[in-house]
């Protein structure tokens, strides 16, 4: 219909009508592009958001993780140093109890 309408203009030479009729499907398709690009943009973003998130809840994980090896690996540097002080001092472990 909308090209029915400019071929009419046309062979008629309306300029002015072919003119508003170039812009009207100018700022159109304008729209529609900008309409696709907020839609992508806002899909971008929460998936970013949910990116973020699986981030946060690694990073807390892992910081728990390591809060665990550091209590093991200090119980077993103790557990070393009492060793290790038994054999200085020629002690057997139940003596030191």
Request: proline share 1%; glycine share 6%.
């Amino acid at each position: 219909m909308l090209l029915r309408r400019v071929i009419q203009h046309v062979r008629k030479q309306e300029w002015t009508a072919v003119a508003i009729d170039f812009a009207i499907v100018v700022v159109g398709v304008f729209a529609g592009i900008q309409a696709a690009n907020w839609n992508e943009m806002r899909a971008d973003e929460a998936r970013a958001r949910g990116y973020l998130e699986r981030i946060h809840n690694d990073v807390e994980a892992d910081l728990a993780n390591y809060a665990n090896r550091i209590g093991f690996w200090k119980s077993v540097s103790n557990y070393g140093r009492i060793g290790l002080d038994n054999a200085d001092n020629r002690r057997s472990p139940e003596q030191t109890q």
